[in-house]
């Protein structure tokens, strides 16, 4: 877009509209802001390294180095090798994310030595004259120069969803975006200082997309934390007390307290996260919120923007109907989409067939979708209209009721009329105002000065007798052809088998609408609604959702409003879009996601991008979050059963008065063939199952028995084994907890398929070599007793596996 060279301000002192020089661009500040789709490296250090327990397990390991045997301190390296693996996988994401945000950010057009120029949002610097358009993301804070007919939705900042009219001198704030017109603004405040990177930093309105699994492991952590500080000050106490040997005593205390301690499910879910995202990554797939992969599984309701969505981008004019004979259709057409500094896809499509304009506007009313209708005063050529027809048409118009026909077959249809004013019932005054670019503009002889919605009276958008076009003449119908994706109706049948219900939100006209739905088996599509007939109130409006799947003529504000009836219903909502008229439903949505060729404003808010605008990736987005979302649930209920057996055999053998019945070296044995390695590939397993809402009662609902029963299994061994030594009494125990923790994990790998079957029995293989080889039952100090006690070993563990079955059962926790 290029807009008159008029006025001037000072840069540097020097007074010009033709932007920064090179030079000094080169000593400006840049407009560095931390991406939000990553942490810095210093940040991933920090959370890997320095978390609570890694300093518990820190102190223990170094008791351990210092009072017990090496074999018991394997634990610390396990610890070492969590956090080596959380780093580098969590580097693994960030440097696939980087990539991918560089590959969608959007370039700003910023005018220098008096040329404008597509630059990288981070190559933007302080008093950078910025070049604005429908759809353009304000990244940075400045001040207008120039405006013609700009208007600016301030909606993600201060919540009130009318564009605002922006004049020359006029404050613009990062975090807002362009809707209609054109314009040139000044940065004034880049990088951290612009106002959007403040709040994002305040944590204000810009938020991380809501984590149910993220919270639910905090909370875990949290609680835990607060149960191992007593119960591993009375065990301590306990082993000082009943052991003459120091070395002995600290070693069962540390045995207790490590195990009490999830390390590895910090771990895993961290895996399963950054895997997802490199996953996605390789479908061009950018997720610029970690925790919205979890968001993708517990979508239940899919809201798509039909133009760019269902349908490819861009689109074809088809033929122009007149309806008059003698008119100008040509010379409007051309002239209309010329005056346009910044066209849509319509109007490219019709400059295309129409690119040389002879007219000069003497003062234009730029397109937005609230008005849906654009239009121009031509001076002696008249006043020209280009919109909707059910909204520049009066309902009685023969011409209205042909253009609904057109529109039934699935084409776009928007009407030219001619009229002797322009909306706001009044010509453009003989004198120009005197802002910077009309009278600038006035004196070449192109004049764009601009009339807005503001200036409209209030039914001046929908209702033809306010608009005036009874006054002139429909002088031609536009039809253009819209290209359905080819990959539509195979996904839109996924989403159908995945129980995802779909609702197709367009603000073209119904019967259009309701044509394409048509062509893709959409259920419901022969039923298309008018959007200006639904109620404004939310229950009501839930009701009309409810009962039809395909809506028409849907404003932005209207989408917005969708997306929230749906969400007081209940649902989780996913909202698909393009165009800068998506934007507030994106915003509100649960997930956000949008298309690589869409609106810098849709990228902006959105929490995933499909940088190759294929409609047919989404099915890949919602089975990775699926696939994370039921594994580290599966994977959660391994680490919390191994804590709350730990937490009661603890609290049991602290108040009895007894010695711990295992050592750190026995808990690395087992927690290693039955959590950590199977944990590390039923975390990354694909799997299709339909996310559930309550993980955190429910994994509590399986962790809390299982623990229990197997605690109680260990003690029990661990008794009937007395008659013999220490080290055997521990081997029984031992032999009891594998038994039932494998248990544990052949119910939390289930469905046991082929590999799930092949992991589960090389697991028990692992431990039956581990007994098996005298190197590592001394290594781990494994001194099996008499048959009797391994026999009464595996007794107990078989009644114990019982036992858990039917509690977990009888909990509902159990996947089948």
Known sequence: MTLPQVGGFAVDGVMSLDGLTSAQVARARPNVVPRRSS???????????????????????????????????????????????????????????????????????????????????????????????????????????????????????????????????????????????????????????????????????????????????????????????????????????????????????????????????????????????????????????????????????????????????????????????????????????????????????????????????????????????????????????????????????????????????????LALCRTNRLPDGNRPAASPRTDPITADAHAASHRTDAITADALPEDARTDPSVIGVEEGEPVALVVLKQRVRPDAHETLEYFERQGVSVKIISGDDPRSVSAIAAGLNVPGADRAVDARTLPDDEDALGEALAAATVFGRVSPQQKRLFVTALRKRGHTVAMTGDGVNDVLALKEADLGIAMGAGSPATKAVAQVVLLDNRFAALPHVVNEGRRVLANIERVSGLFLTKTFYAIVLSLMTGVAGMMFPFTPRHSTLVNAVTIGLPALFLALAPTLERARPGFVPRVLRFAVPAGVICAFAVLLAFRAAAGGTLEEQRTAAVLALFLTTWWVLVLVARPLDRWRVALVAAMAGLFALALASPFVRELFELRPGGPHDDLIAVGVALVACAGISIAVKVAGTLRT
Not at 75 to 102: H, P, S, Y
Not at 243 to 270: Q, W, Y
């Open 39 to 413: 942490r810095s490296l210093a940040a991933i250090i920090r959370a890997n390294v320095f978390t609570l327990f890694n300093l518990v397990i820190g102190v223990l390991w170094a008791l351990i180095l210092v009072f017990g045997a090496w074999q018991d301190s394997v634990f610390g390296l396990i610890m070492v090798a969590n956090v080596l693996i959380g780093v580098v996988q969590e580097l693994r994401a960030k440097r696939t994310l980087d990539r991918l945000a560089v590959v969608g950010e959007s370039p700003v057009t910023v005018r220098r030595d008096g040329a404008d120029r597509r630059v990288p949002p981070h190559q933007v610097v302080l008093g950078d004259l910025i070049v604005l358009g429908p759809g353009d993301a304000l990244l940075v804070d400045g001040e207008m120069i120039v405006s013609a007919g700009l208007e600016v939705d301030e909606s993600l900042l201060t919540g009130e969803a009318d564009p605002v009219r922006k004049e020359p001198g006029d404050p613009v704030l990062s975090g807002s975006f362009a809707v209609a017109g054109t314009g040139v603004f000044r940065a004034t405040a880049v990088g951290t200082d612009a106002y959007a990177a403040r709040l994002a930093e305040e944590a204000s309105r810009f938020h991380l997309a809501h984590s149910e699994l993220r919270d639910g492991v905090a909370r875990f952590i949290r609680y835990i934390t607060w149960l191992v500080i007593p119960i591993g000050a009375l065990l301590t106490y306990s082993q000082l007390s009943n052991s003459a040997d120091f070395a002995t005593a600290i070693t069962g205390a540390v045995a207790g307290i490590v195990t009490m301690i999830p390390e590895g499910l910090v771990l895993t879910t961290s895996i399963a996260f950054a895997v997802g995202v490199v996953r996605l990554g390789r479908r061009r797939c950018l997720v610029q919120e970690l925790p919205a992969i979890e968001g993708l599984a517990r979508v239940d309701v899919l809201c798509l923007d039909k133009t760019g969505t269902l349908t490819a981008g861009g689109m074809t004019l088809d033929r122009v109907v007149p309806l008059r004979e003698g008119r100008p259709v040509g010379d409007a057409l051309a002239a209309l989409t010329a005056a346009d500094g910044r066209p849509n896809a319509t109007a490219r499509a019709i400059s295309d067939r129409f690119p040389s304009a002879r007219w000069r506007p003497l003062a234009t009313v730029p397109f937005s979708s609230e008005r849906k209708w654009s239009g121009a005063d031509f001076g002696p050529h008249g006043v020209w209209l280009l919109g909707a027809p059910d909204v520049l048409l009066a309902p009685s118009a023969p011409e209205r009721a042909q253009a609904a026909e057109l529109a039934a077959t699935g084409a776009r249809v």
